[in-house]
Each structure stands twice: as structure tokens, then as C-alpha cells.
């Protein structure tokens, strides 16, 4: 499959405030700081399309990411490294 168009939709805190599940989605979940979004990069050729740090856990949203307009590239957030409050680390 050729990714000719990529586009951010949109970051939620919960999925039930996530876009409709109408488009197949494909999404990354992982371990802190193993390349979640520099992948969801390199797969769209968009350096900057989701965000990425040298500090484990700069993803703490459910982003998703419209693919040619037909599906969705989803980054979920990391768990273990990441620094954040216990409160965070909970939810």
C-alpha cells in the first residue's frame, strides 16, 4: 500500500471519545520510548506528523492519523519508562 496522504485527526483521552470505528484502524502499542511514533513517521514519510522525544512518555494521548482518507494509523500511549505523576501512570 502506497501512503500518499497522512494526516492528524485527532488526540483523546479515553477511547470513547475517539472517532468512529466507520475506517479500519491500525494502531502501535508498545513500551515507553521503542519508537511508536517515529514508526507512525517513517510509515507516512512525515518527520513531524506524531510527535517524538528523546524522554520516554511524550505520547500519553490516543492519537489518530487518517491514512489516504480510507483508515487510521493509532498511536496509544507507552507504559513502563515513561515520567509521569502515579495519578497519570493510573489512568
Known sequence: MDIKEAEFLASNTTYEKCPPATKAEYAFIGRSNV?????????????????????????????????????YLVDLPGYGYARTSKDSKAA
Not at 42 to 71: D, Y
Open 35 to 71: 519508537g511508536k511514533s517515529s514508526l507512525i513517521n517513517m510509515l507516512t514519510n512525515r518527520k513531524g506528523l506524531a510527535k517524538t522525544s528523546a524522554t520516554p512518555g511524550k505520547t500519553q494521548l490516543i492519537n489518530h492519523f487518517e491514512i489516504n482518507k480510507e483508515w
